[in-house]
């Protein structure tokens, strides 16, 4: 490992966004210290979105707020942008602050090209701040990877789940969601 990198902190990261170090367009997010670029949103990711998020809304109603590539902060070097977050009620709509980890009832992303980097980075940043449950939907294979039971080593519950399976958030244990609704029709 290199000893010499310098990381980023969140506040810094705010400050660079503040003095218009990134282009106004640059989709990027701040994970471990380092600001990633994240990949083109596709047709296919967009939609799933789009479904996740109209599923969830008729389901959990006025029960929490969704949040649609929004950042959360995870800690002092990790603001990364989950294309879903679900997460509790504020009365400022979270104007003063991003929502953090223990504001957060669910993550979702969305995968059709990020799978690996979404399994394997941003699964350990989200475990390591607490994040109670994290979904990854996979368009491509058409599948759920569930993760719960945070710990600073990753998650100690991951799931992959079919199509034909049907879940529930751990907060919203009344929240049935069958996974082929967030996919597309075939």
Sequence with gaps: MLTNIRLISVQEYHQMAEMGIFHPEERLELIAGQIIRMSAKGTAHESAITRTERLLRQRLGD????????????????????????VKLNPLDYEDHHPNASEVFLLI???????????EVKAIAYAKSGIIEYWILDVNGRKLYMYRLPSPDGYHSESILAEDVTISPLAFPDCAIAIMELLRKV
């Design 63 to 86: 029960k929490v707020l969704l949040r649609i590539q929004s950042p959360v902060q995870l800690d002092d070097y990790s603001e990364p942008e989950p294309d879903i977050s679900v």
């Design 109 to 119: 992303e969305i995968a059709d090209s990020s799978l690996k980097y979404d399994r």
